[in-house]
C-alpha cells in the first residue's frame, strides 16, 4: 500500500547548525506535503507546506523542498535553537481522507 | 485557546469500561478527524466526518464508535477496549468538504487513553 518513509528517527545537532529530515513517498499522484511540529505534551501544529507545482518554499529559517520525480522531500531548519526541539512529522496525500504519515524524527538541539 | 478542545486529557479504563471521548472546535470547519497516535509510529486516521456525515472508516474495531452530532462537536464512544488501544487519541478539524483537495490540519491535544 502507500506509504511515507520518514528519516532519521532521530536527530541531534548543535544547537546554531542545520537540520535536515527527509521524506520518500511512494504513490505518485500525491500532490500535498505537509509538515508538523509536535513539542513534548502538545499538539502537532502545521509548520509548513509544499504543493506539487512548486519546487521549494521558504519560512524565515524553515524550507522545504520537493522532487517529484525521485518522489521525496526534505524539510531544512537552519541556525537551530533549543524551541526547535520535537518531533516532526511529514506527510503526503491526495486529499485530506488520504493523508498518509511519515513516523517522525525526534529534533535533539544540543546547547 | 487552540481553537480544537478536547476532554477528557487524560482517562484509564478497565476493559468492561465504557467512556467517551469529546472533541469541540472553535473554527467554523466542516469536517473532523479522529486520529491514533502510538509510539514511534505514523499517525493513524481512524475516522472523518465531513458536513456530519462519516466519509472515512479505516477498518476500525467496533470497539471504537464515533459520533459527530454537529459541525463542531465529535465523539467517540468506547466500550470493551484492549490494553493496545492504549495510546494518544488526537481529535482535527480542518475546512474544506469533500474527497478532493488539502487543507491544514489543526489538531486538539489529545486524551492519552490507558487500559488496563
Known amino acids: 500500500g502507500e506509504n511515507v518513509e520518514q528519516h532519521p528517527s532521530t536527530l541531534s545537532v548543535q544547537e546554531g547548525d542545520s537540520a535536515v529530515i527527509k521524506c520518500t513517498y511512494s504513490d505518485s499522484a500525491s500532490n500535498y506535503f505537509p509538515w508538523y511540529k509536535q513539542e513534548l505534551g502538545k499538539r502537532p501544529q502545521l509548520i509548513i507546506d509544499i504543493r506539487s507545482n512548486v519546487g521549494e518554499k521558504k519560512d524565515q529559517r524553515i524550507a522545504v523542498t520537493l522532487n517529484k520525480t525521485a518522489k521525496h522531500f526534505s524539510l531544512h531548519i537552519t541556525e537551530t535553537q533549543p524551541e526547535d526541539s520535537a518531533v516532526y512529522f511529514c506527510?503526503?496525500?491526495?486529499?485530506?481522507?488520504?493523508?498518509?504519515w511519515g513516523a517522525g524524527t525526534k529534533l535533539i538541539i544540543k546547547p | 485557546e487552540t481553537g480544537v478542545t478536547q476532554t477528557p486529557r487524560h482517562l484509564v479504563m478497565g476493559m468492561t469500561n465504557k467512556k467517551s471521548l469529546k472533541c469541540e472546535q472553535h473554527?467554523?470547519?466542516?469536517?473532523m478527524y479522529w486520529y491514533k497516535q502510538s509510539a514511534k509510529k505514523p499517525l493513524e486516521l481512524m475516522f472523518v466526518?465531513?458536513?456530519?456525515?462519516?466519509?472515512e472508516n479505516n477498518s476500525v474495531p467496533s470497539r471504537f464508535s464515533p459520533e459527530c452530532p454537529n459541525s463542531s462537536h465529535l465523539f467517540l464512544h468506547l466500550h470493551t477496549l484492549q490494553p493496545e488501544d492504549s495510546a494518544l487519541y488526537l481529535c482535527a478539524s480542518s475546512s474544506g468538504a469533500g474527497k478532493t483537495g488539502n487543507s491544514p490540519l489543526h489538531f486538539g491535544n489529545g486524551t492519552r487513553l490507558t487500559v488496563t
Open positions: 506527510a503526503a496525500s491526495k486529499s485530506n481522507y488520504q493523508l498518509i
Open positions: 473554527l467554523g470547519h466542516n469536517a
Open positions: 466526518y465531513s458536513l456530519e456525515e462519516r466519509v
